[in-house]
């Protein structure tokens, strides 16, 4: 796998060390990260007891040649509305976030890696009738969501 397009948690497990999330990491050329995880991340350090050293951490993983802040734009919007459409269509609502960070990763053609409950939702959207009423404006004719199982909390 070349590249693939990380969720806010992931990106919290692997700086507290979790070694599969390290390993699938290392084993790609291209990370990618939305403004809308940044957004999550800035706001947990805020709430946390160590700001200032988690957002020096989080500059120097964004400084990696490695690493991709996309932001969300015009084109982002439409694959959020196809995404939201569907999901409302069939009753099944997930957090707004999810959403948009799904809609880059249509966007980009890239995987997506997370650890949610609404890995499985996003997972069958992206391989069934999401797909194909925006495939031809996706970049890539795939699109697995990643999960990495579920953890203990």
């Known amino acids: ?44 350090f805020k709430a946390g007891n160590k700001e200032k050293t988690n957002r020096q951490e989080l500059n120097q993983f964004l400084d990696s040649p490695r690493v991709t802040l996309y932001s969300i734009d015009e084109e982002t919007a439409e694959y959020y509305c196809l995404i939201l459409d569907q999901l409302k269509n069939d009753g099944t609502p997930i957090p707004t976030n999810d959403i948009w960070i799904a809609a880059v990763a249509f966007q980009k053609g890239m995987p997506l890696i997370q650890e949610t409950s609404t890995s499985p939702i996003l997972r069958d959207y992206c391989l069934g009738d999401l797909f194909e009423k925006c495939k031809d404006g996706c970049k890539s004719s795939w699109f697995p969501s990643l999960s990495l199982g579920t953890r203990a909390r």
Do not use: C, F, K, P
């Open 1 to 44: 796998m070349n590249a693939l397009l990380i969720d806010t948690n992931i990106y919290s497990h692997a700086m507290r060390g979790d070694t599969e999330i390290i390993s699938t990491l290392q084993q790609v050329a291209q990370i990618g990260i939305t403004a809308i995880s940044i957004g999550e991340l800035l706001s947990g």
